[in-house]
């Protein structure tokens, strides 16, 4: 089945704890994005990739860091967690610009 | 800036009845619009992209509408059943990334 996996579905850390959450896609896309979803903020996207080794900042990256070692994979890195981090993650992946976007199911992650 | 707008942010409509959400964008250089679904804290159900050279899409009881040059999109849900109360967002494509819309919360009353 075609979809983009997102792990851990929930996290709860403390300040400061460095965490990974995991992204990988079947689809063989090229592009891959995360976002947050905040309450009256909608989504915003924090980071994306082109393809391997290409990462470029969205619209909120402080705080974050990504890598794209492969084209399926694309992990978010939170060095050193706060607790406005505490946000409902998403991951998507497409095929190239123009083409329509796949989500995964979300991590929702508290920072305490 | 693009901007992505959607009103209204929450309908409650009886079973039964069509309806149409609407989004508006203010730049209308965009490669594609996207209709989404996302029930509580779940992920985005992707339910239809209209490319920018095309006009509306349709799947099942759901049909789109994009019209670019005055920056409107519609979404029109056919016979409304409780299955369909969730949030519905509208993202366009542009550039290097999508921008959403804060979405449309959609109850259906039994």
């Known amino acids: 089945e075609a979809q983009v996996t997102q792990n851990p579905r929930y996290l709860i850390t403390v300040t400061g704890k460095k965490l990974t959450v995991t992204c990988s896609q079947n689809m063989n896309h090229e592009y891959m994005s995360w976002y947050r979803q905040d309450p009256g903020l909608g989504l915003r996207q924090i980071y994306y990739s082109m393809n391997v080794e290409v990462t470029d900042k969205g619209d909120v990256p402080e705080g974050y860091k990504v890598s794209r070692k492969e084209k399926r994979n694309f992990p978010l890195i939170l060095e050193s967690p706060s607790p406005n981090q505490t946000s409902l993650y998403f991951c998507?992946?497409?095929?190239?610009?123009?083409?329509?976007?796949?989500f995964g199911s979300g991590t929702r992650l508290t920072v305490v | 800036k693009q901007e992505v707008t959607q009103i209204p942010a929450a309908l409650s409509v009886p079973e039964g009845e069509n309806l149409v959400l609407n989004c508006s964008f203010t730049d209308s250089a965009i490669y594609n619009l996207q209709w989404f679904r996302q029930d509580p804290g779940k992920g985005l159900t992707s339910l239809l992209l209209?490319?920018?050279?095309?006009r509306e899409q349709t799947s099942g009881r759901l049909n789109a509408s994009l019209d670019k040059s005055s920056g409107r999109s519609t979404l029109y849900i056919a016979a409304s059943q409780p299955g369909d109360s969730a949030t519905y967002l509208c993202?366009?494509?542009?550039?290097?990334?999508?921008?959403f819309g804060k979405g449309t919360r959609l109850h259906i009353l039994p």
């Open positions: 993202a366009v494509n542009r550039d290097d990334k999508i921008i």
């Open positions: 998507a992946s497409s095929l190239w610009q123009g083409y329509g976007y796949t």
């Open positions: 209209i490319q920018s050279s095309q």
